[in-house]
């Protein structure tokens, strides 16, 4: 699979067999993670790795919608940034989950991001602050998402080449 048509395969997967996530693949997939491109080369993200069911249980429920998924996933990576060592960490820890979005699709994986910065769960607290609480998260860590990995237990699409925005290049 070249670049071109890992990007149109790529979509986000929701459904995952019992199959795991080998120790190689994960090792990949956070490979391409750690070379991703970073402000001023800061790399300073964490990425914590989760694969226990009953950790993937609570994650799935630390926002109030959306993250329900990855009470299924194989594995699931939790994208954190230290806030304090740099003014884009969020563009740099964007990258990085989208950079482990296409790796894993490379090696035939489905997955899919879980937005945690700016969401609540359904008592209204801060999700960062019950990951931070699960995770044992030190304080100057922010969290943008967690991306949950597995095999994908359906098929979807490839991206619609004609339904492409190209009115949005100008
Ligand atoms: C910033 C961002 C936040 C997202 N948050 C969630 C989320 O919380 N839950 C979810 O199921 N999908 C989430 N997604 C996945 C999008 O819903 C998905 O990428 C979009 O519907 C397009 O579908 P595709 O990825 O299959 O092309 C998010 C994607 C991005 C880039």
């Not at 060592?85 to 879980?114: F, N, P, R």
């Not at 044992?136 to 490839?158: D, M, S, T, W, Y």
Request: some cysteine; charged content about 25%; overall charge neutral.
């Amino acid at each position: 699979m070249d670049f071109k048509d890992i990007v149109q395969r790529r979509r986000s997967i929701r459904q995952f067999t019992d199959e795991p996530v080998t120790d190689d693949q994960l090792k990949t997939i956070l490979r391409a993670a750690l070379m991703a491109p970073t402000g001023h080369s800061k790399r300073a993200w964490q990425f914590f790795v989760v694969k226990d069911k009953e950790q993937l249980g609570i994650l799935s429920q630390c926002k109030e919608a959306g993250g329900e998924f990855l009470s299924k996933a194989a594995v699931a990576v939790v994208v954190a940034y230290d806030a304090e060592a740099s003014d884009v960490w969020i563009e740099d820890a964007a990258i990085a989950a989208v950079t482990m979005q296409y790796q894993a699709t490379e090696l035939g994986l489905g997955s899919c991001w879980s937005q945690i910065r700016c969401r609540k769960d359904n008592q209204g607290v801060d999700a960062t602050e019950n990951i931070r609480k699960q995770l044992g998260l030190e304080p100057q860590l922010q969290v943008l998402c967690i991306i949950g990995f597995g095999h994908p237990a359906i098929e979807r699409k490839l991206q619609d080449e004609s339904r492409l925005s190209w009115n949005a290049v100008r």
